[in-house]
């Protein structure tokens, strides 16, 4: 079990950015949160295997096809098992 937060920058707020990073979360079997941050940012806080949470790495890195990814900040953390499903945070 491993966790990564993720920043993602570019258009990603009003795109349904949230909507499908939940989407591509929960197929990949992780738990966490995405929510948008004031400065424009989308930040992901994910836990799960290492090969699921790196699947979700590559997929922020696109986006649903509204986005414009310019980058992301991937910062690997400690896991706390806290989280029971992927939610959208507000």
Do not use: C
């Not at 738990?31 to 590559?58: C, D, F, M, R």
Request: aromatic share 8%.
């Amino acid at each position: 079990m491993q966790r990564m937060e993720l920043i993602v920058h570019g258009v990603v707020q009003g795109v349904g950015f949230r909507y499908h990073t939940r989407q591509r979360a929960l197929q990949l079997g992780l738990t966490g949160y995405v929510k948008n941050l004031p400065a424009g940012t989308v930040e992901i806080v994910a836990e799960g295997e290492a090969s699921a949470l790196q699947a979700l790495l590559s997929w922020a890195k696109q986006g649903p096809p509204a986005a414009d990814v310019t980058h992301v900040e991937a910062t690997k953390q400690t896991a706390t098992q806290k989280f029971d499903s992927f939610a959208i945070a507000y």
